[in-house]
Nanobody, 117 residues
């Protein structure tokens, strides 16, 4: 099982930006699909964005045009640039990977993002 460590969360005002980062172990990281999920209080965990090893991206409708997922294979990292943040973006954000299987079944610890004035 790979180790995933997310960081970069914090408190930001509406309209502000944050950049989340996830460090992943594994010598074949560049072949893994990576993703970000989030869970708000009282809600189920939901997809935010995914990025395949070939560069294909997928975004939830509620973040399209505001969030960007990217990866740095040399550093075994996946990032999530979050712009134009809204209070409803408040959640714990989790890093995930399919570990090359096609299913996102490996998870890291989350990082809290709070959007409030």
């Amino acid at each position: 099982q790979v180790q995933l460590v997310a960081s970069g969360g914090g408190l930001v005002q509406p309209g502000g930006s944050l950049r989340l980062s996830c460090a992943a172990s594994g010598s074949i990281f560049r072949f893994y699909a990576m993703g970000w999920y989030r869970q708000a209080p009282g809600e189920q965990r939901e997809l935010v964005a995914t990025l395949t090893s070939s560069g294909r991206t997928n975004y939830a409708d509620f973040v399209k045009g505001r969030f960007t997922i990217s990866r740095d294979n040399a550093k075994n990292r996946v990032n999530l640039q979050m712009n134009s943040l809204k209070p409803e973006d408040t959640a714990v954000y989790y890093c995930s990977t399919d570990r090359g299987t096609g299913s996102f079944d490996s998870w890291g610890q989350g990082t809290q993002v709070t959007v409030s004035s």
